[in-house]
């Protein structure tokens, strides 16, 4: 009887820690911190937590768009197969960031795939009890539209830079946005807290490793970066400088 309990009480424990990690998570989303406490409760028995190991795939490109995904804790490259068989980050999601979300709500296959870059977890709810949330809580369906406005117009600046910008300038617009959303203080630097390739960062601007490579070195003589450990640590003034010339 003794070993009963216990093992009753684990999984208490586990499933209470599951259940504030979903509340947590419902916080930090732009959506969904518009509600209060206690409407937050409520909904988060609608939310699943799922969890994924380094590079696994959470879901691919042309698969039907059943879940609606929140980040809870690691980071998540969001990307596009090309017709040449290369992969282009499109983009990077960090916690709290809704990944999946435009094709779940016009009922279409998810337009990319989507891949874990560190061990991941996140929190996912159906499209049927995310419609059944928003019919009850009509403030989600602004938020929604403001957070989906703000992405599309985050995708055009940065198709804007792609066509008119050279490959130096792009690299350090990127650096400077994922610092801005992700980074940490780090003796003077601003610290891009996961890691980042080399090949990474070209398919995000739309260049060849080559280029980023002699950019990066050429950045890291100047001062304006260094790495360590994976991760790129920027001179954020340095950066922002270059950029406006």
Do not use: W
């Not at 979903?22 to 988060?44: A, G, P, Q």
């Not at 609606?68 to 992969?87: P, Q, S």
Request: positive net charge.
């Amino acid at each position: 009887m003794r070993t009963f309990r216990c093992r009753n009480k684990v999984q208490h424990d586990r499933l209470y820690g599951r259940d504030e990690m979903i509340i947590d998570t419902l916080k930090k989303s732009e959506i969904f911190s518009s509600l209060n406490e206690s409407e937050i409760k409520k909904i988060s028995s609608l939310f699943e937590e799922v969890k994924f190991k380094n590079d696994e795939t959470i879901f691919i490109e042309g698969d039907p768009s059943e879940k609606f995904y929140i980040l809870a804790e690691g980071n998540v490259k969001v990307l596009k197969h090309t017709m040449m068989g290369k992969d282009i980050i499109l983009e990077i999601m960090s916690p709290g960031d809704v990944f999946g979300g435009v094709a779940v709500l016009d009922k279409k296959p998810y337009p990319a795939s989507a891949q874990a870059m560190e061990s991941t977890t996140a929190i996912r709810i159906s499209r049927q009890n995310l419609i059944k949330i928003m019919e009850e809580y009509p403030i989600l369906k602004l938020e929604i539209v403001r957070y989906f406005s703000d992405k599309l117009r985050d995708a055009h600046e940065m198709l804007k830079n792609i066509a008119t910008e050279r490959v130096e300038k792009r690299i350090a617009a990127l650096l400077l946005k994922l610092s801005e959303k992700v980074g940490v203080e780090d003796d003077g630097y601003r610290k891009i807290n996961f890691p980042l390739t080399r090949q990474e960062i070209a398919e995000m601007v739309g260049t060849t490793v080559e280029s980023c490579i002699r950019t990066m070195s050429k950045f890291q003589k100047q001062g304006m970066i260094k790495s360590a450990n994976g991760r790129i640590a920027i001179k954020v003034a340095s950066l922002q400088r270059f950029v406006e010339e």
